[in-house]
C-alpha cells in the first residue's frame, strides 16, 4: 500500500463525506446517488484491501499483519453499516450518521498506511 | 448545522434520535476504537505501559456505556458517563502534559485526544449539550 493509494482512498472518501453532509445540511432524503457514491467507495476500499492482503503476504518487511487486517475489516464495515442504521433514522441525520461514518473512513486510511509503513504503534 | 435542529429533533427524553442518531454513532466509533485498542495493548505488550493500558480499557468501557446509554435514552446513566468521559480526558490530557513518564504509551484521552483529531475532547461537550436539550421526563 503506498501513500498515494492510502491517501486517495482517504481523499475518496472525504469526497462522499461531503456529498452526504450536504444532504444533511439540506435535509435531503438518503436518495440513489448517494447510494451509488457509497458504493463506488465500498468497492474501491474492498479492492484496495484484497490488494492490501496479497502485499501483507508478500512483503518481509515486519508488518504487524493482526492490526492491519483488522483495521482493514474495521474499514470496510463502517459504510453498509451506516448506510443500514443511517436509513432507519428519518430525520437529516439519517445522512449525519453516514458522514460520520466515512470521516472515520478517512482516518483508519491515514492509520492504515501508518501500520503498513510502520511509523503507528 | 445542528444549530438549524428544529425542535421536533429532541423529542423530551429521546437521546437516540435526531441529531441524536449520529452523536450515537461517534460515540459507537470511539467505543470501538478505544476498546479494542485497549484489548490489542493489553493482549500483545501488557506489560510495557500498564498504567496507559489501563486507562485505554476504562476509557473503552466509558464510551461504550454511553454509546449504550445514549442509544437507549437512558438519560441519567449517559450523564454520568459523558461526565466520566469529561473528566478523563481533561485530566488524562494534563497529567500527559505535565509528566509524560506517566504514559510511555498513548491512550486515547492522552494530551486531550491529539491522536484522535481532539474529537475525545470535543465529544464529552456536545454529549452534555445533547443530554441537556433532551432533558426531561425520561
Redesign the interface.
Known amino acids: 500500500m503506498t501513500d498515494t493509494i492510502a491517501y486517495g482512498v482517504a481523499l475518496l472518501a472525504l469526497l462522499v463525506a461531503v456529498f452526504a453532509a450536504t444532504h444533511t445540511v439540506r435535509d435531503a432524503p438518503f436518495g440513489n446517488p448517494l447510494f451509488y457514491a457509497v458504493s463506488v467507495l465500498e468497492l474501491v476500499l474492498l479492492v484496495v484491501m484484497v490488494g492490501g492482503f496479497v502485499a501483507l503476504a508478500q512483503t518481509d518487511r515486519d508488518v504487524s499483519g493482526g492490526l492491519y487486517v483488522s483495521y482493514w475489516l474495521t474499514v470496510v464495515v463502517l459504510p453498509p453499516a451506516a448506510v443500514l442504521w443511517g436509513i432507519a433514522e428519518k430525520s437529516r441525520w439519517g445522512t449525519g450518521v453516514v458522514v460520520v461514518a466515512l470521516l472515520t473512513v478517512a482516518a483508519l486510511m491515514v492509520r492504515l498506511l501508518g501500520i503498513w509503513k510502520g511509523t503507528y504503534v | 448545522?445542528s444549530e438549524h435542529a428544529s425542535s421536533e429533533?429532541a423529542a423530551a427524553g429521546r437521546t437516540s434520535?435526531?441529531?441524536?442518531?449520529?452523536l450515537v454513532?461517534?460515540y459507537a466509533?470511539f467505543a470501538?476504537a478505544a476498546t479494542?485498542r485497549s484489548v490489542?495493548q493489553l493482549v500483545v505488550k501488557a506489560d510495557e505501559a500498564p498504567v496507559a493500558y489501563a486507562l485505554s480499557a476504562l476509557a473503552g468501557v466509558v464510551y461504550v456505556l454511553a454509546t449504550y446509554a445514549l442509544a437507549t435514552d437512558r438519560h441519567r446513566l449517559a450523564v454520568g458517563a459523558v461526565l466520566f468521559e469529561l473528566v478523563g480526558v481533561l485530566g488524562v490530557g494534563l497529567l500527559t502534559l505535565l509528566d509524560g513518564g506517566l504514559f510511555p504509551d498513548a491512550t486515547v484521552w492522552s494530551d486531550f485526544g491529539a491522536g484522535y483529531?481532539y474529537v475525545p475532547l470535543v465529544l464529552p461537550f456536545v454529549g452534555l449539550w445533547w443530554l441537556h436539550r433532551t432533558r426531561g421526563p425520561a
Open positions: 448545522m429533533d434520535t435526531g441529531p441524536g442518531r449520529a454513532a461517534v466509533v470501538i479494542a490489542y483529531g
